[in-house]
Nanobody, 115 residues
Framework: QVQLVESGGGLVQAGGSLRVSCVVSTSIFSFNSMAWYRQAPGKQRELVAE???????NYADSVKGRFTISRDKAKNTVYLQMGSLKFEDTAVYYCNARRQVLGYWGQGTQVTVSA
């Protein structure tokens, strides 16, 4: 049973920084990719950042230059470092792990950016 547990969300002022974490119950390198998604109220869930097992990264245009995805193999943890936060970054952030056609999700962590 694969489990993903996010943490680190909270309330931050615009312009500030925050790091969210995703601890996985098994080796993160057993997945083809790890990713962060977010879903704001009334909007669809969208991809924020992803990192493949080979280390290739991809970011949504809206966060390029502000967010960084990284991982710690020993801790089976994936991070999303968020900087220069904007009000529109407010959302529930979800961790995702993909293995072939299977995808696994965490429960999400709320990030609220005050204007």
């Amino acid at each position: 049973q694969v489990q993903l547990v996010e943490s680190g969300g909270g309330l931050v002022q615009a312009g500030g920084s925050l790091r969210v974490s995703c601890v996985v119950s098994t080796s993160i390198f057993s997945f083809n990719s790890m990713a962060w998604y977010r879903q704001a109220p009334g909007k669809q869930r969208e991809l924020v950042a992803e990192i493949t097992s080979g280390g290739w990264t991809n970011y949504a245009d809206s966060v390029k230059g502000r967010f960084t995805i990284s991982r710690d193999k020993a801790k089976n943890t994936v991070y999303l470092q968020m900087g220069s936060l904007k009000f529109e970054d407010t959302a529930v952030y979800y961790c995702n792990a993909r293995r072939q056609v299977l995808g696994y999700w965490g429960q999400g962590t709320q990030v609220t950016v005050s204007a």
